[in-house]
């Protein structure tokens, strides 16, 4: 299980002043990185056949066909739906655990009993969604081997907090897309940390010698971005192309959001969902709230999320986890 780090006393999410703060400068000249074609396709095929030959990985992938199955489940009844999720005993459990908590509020002492209830009381949109996630999320947490797996599975759930809330307010339909993007937004970096373990700390010593982004960094050194190999095996598991899409990162942060199209939204969603999330907790209050003072400018035409409303949304996905740490799975620290 995962130990979630709690933000110490120095964070202070809560009395962050921005009145005073200086808006950063967060989009520089970046170093252009080209990528050698055979190189992305051996390193892609290299990862593929480590994909076919892990076992976890291949019960995944069959997993992942009732995740499509529930996910597409656009004109079924709720009673088949149900059937899918209630083929998964130990997801089930947990999700009549979660629909319970006050994540999604108090509907009775008696609570909800069963799958088709909770449909019925909270919609068999949020039901699908929250059998999907759980189902990501215990595989991304169940296969991970080392700290740093275990670290990216937690950020993957605290992402699709973040979006799906950004998605309520914003009164987004397609809520099957942003939640399920977000997840697997990093998807590409989890495998390569995974399965090519040296390619990956090689990677990370590149982005900090020479001050590249994540995405180029591995173009550097495998010819082929994370973005671009995580979405390789979403298609490869025939995740539907609303979320393959929004998994692509953005580039063009002048684009304002009257312009957007729904695919451009959803991308600017998931992306702003990662860079908050990626932010470092134990940091000192100041320096946090400089680096969501950045996120906020960052985005600032795109999707117009001011720096308190950020604070807030990252304060909620570090609360749900947190509250929900003992049904999801994760071991919060005694300290918490």
Same mark, same amino acid.
């Given at each position: 299980?995962?130990?979630?780090?709690?933000?110490?006393?120095?964070?202070?999410?809560?009395?962050?002043?921005?009145?005073?703060?200086?808006?950063?400068?967060?989009?520089?000249? &970046?170093?252009?990185?080209?990528?050698?074609?055979?190189? !992305?396709?051996?390193?892609?095929?290299?990862? $593929?056949? /480590?994909?076919?030959?892990?076992?976890?990985?291949?019960?995944? @992938?069959? *997993?992942?066909?009732?995740?499509?199955?529930?996910?597409?489940?656009?004109?079924?009844?709720?009673?088949?739906?149900?059937?899918?999720?209630?083929?998964?005993?130990?997801?089930?459990?947990? #999700?009549?655990?979660?629909?319970?908590?006050?994540?999604?509020?108090?509907?009775?002492?008696?609570?909800?009993?069963?799958?088709? &209830? !909770?449909?019925?009381?909270?919609?068999?949109?949020?039901?699908? #969604?929250?059998?999907?996630?759980? /189902?990501?999320?215990?595989?991304?947490?169940?296969?991970?081997?080392?700290?740093?797996?275990?670290?990216?599975?937690?950020?993957?759930?605290?992402?699709?907090?973040?979006?799906?809330?950004?998605?309520?307010? &914003? %009164?987004?339909?397609?809520?099957?897309?942003?939640?399920?993007?977000?997840?697997?937004?990093?998807?590409?970096? $989890? #495998?390569?940390?995974?399965?090519?373990?040296?390619?990956? +700390?090689?990677? &990370?010593?590149?982005?900090?010698?020479?001050?590249?982004?994540?995405?180029? !960094?591995?173009?550097?050194?495998?010819?082929? @971005?994370?973005?671009?190999?995580?979405?390789?095996?979403?298609?490869?598991?025939?995740?539907?192309?609303? +979320?393959?899409?929004?998994?692509?990162?953005?580039?063009?942060?002048?684009?304002?959001?009257?312009?957007?199209?729904?695919?451009? $939204?959803? *991308?600017?969603?998931?992306?702003?969902?990662?860079?908050?999330?990626?932010?470092?907790?134990?940091?000192? %209050?100041?320096?946090? %709230? %400089?680096?969501?003072?950045?996120? @906020?400018?960052? $985005?600032?035409?795109?999707?117009?999320?001011?720096?308190?409303?950020?604070?807030? #949304?990252?304060?909620?996905?570090? *609360?749900?986890?947190?509250?929900?740490?003992?049904?999801?799975?994760?071991?919060?620290?005694?300290?918490?």
């Amino acid at each position: 299980m995962t130990n979630i780090t709690p933000p110490h006393a120095g964070i202070e999410l809560d009395v962050l002043d921005f009145s005073k703060a200086t808006k950063l400068s967060v989009l520089r000249d &970046e170093p252009k990185v080209v990528p050698d074609k055979n190189d !992305a396709k051996n390193f892609i095929k290299s990862i $593929y056949k /480590k994909i076919l030959g892990n076992d976890s990985f291949l019960s995944f @992938s069959a *997993q992942i066909n009732d995740v499509n199955k529930i996910l597409q489940m656009k004109y079924s009844s709720a009673n088949d739906i149900a059937n899918v999720i209630l083929k998964d005993v130990a997801l089930t459990t947990k #999700l009549l655990k979660l629909v319970n908590s006050s994540f999604y509020g108090h509907f009775s002492k008696k609570g909800i009993q069963t799958v088709s &209830e !909770a449909m019925i009381i909270l919609g068999t949109e949020e039901i699908k #969604l929250a059998a999907a996630s759980l /189902k990501l999320y215990e595989f991304m947490q169940d296969i991970a081997t080392v700290k740093v797996l275990k670290d990216k599975a937690l950020k993957s759930l605290q992402r699709s907090l973040v979006a799906r809330q950004i998605a309520k307010e &914003e %009164g987004i339909n397609d809520a099957e897309a942003i939640q399920i993007s977000a997840m697997l937004y990093d998807f590409g970096e $989890y #495998l390569v940390a995974l399965f090519s373990p040296g390619v990956y +700390i090689d990677i &990370e010593i590149l982005i900090d010698e020479k001050k590249l982004t994540r995405d180029q !960094a591995s173009k550097s050194i495998t010819g082929v @971005s994370y973005g671009a190999l995580g979405r390789f095996i979403a298609s490869k598991w025939k995740l539907p192309d609303s +979320i393959i899409l929004a998994m692509k990162p953005v580039e063009n942060f002048d684009l304002a959001k009257t312009k957007m199209t729904n695919d451009n $939204y959803l *991308q600017y969603i998931c992306s702003f969902s990662n860079d908050l999330c990626n932010i470092e907790v134990s940091m000192e %209050g100041k320096s946090i %709230g %400089g680096k969501i003072v950045g996120i @906020s400018d960052k $985005y600032d035409k795109c999707l117009q999320i001011e720096a308190p409303r950020a604070v807030d #949304l990252l304060k909620m996905s570090l *609360q749900n986890i947190k509250k929900h740490a003992s049904i999801l799975g994760v071991r919060v620290h005694p300290s918490n």
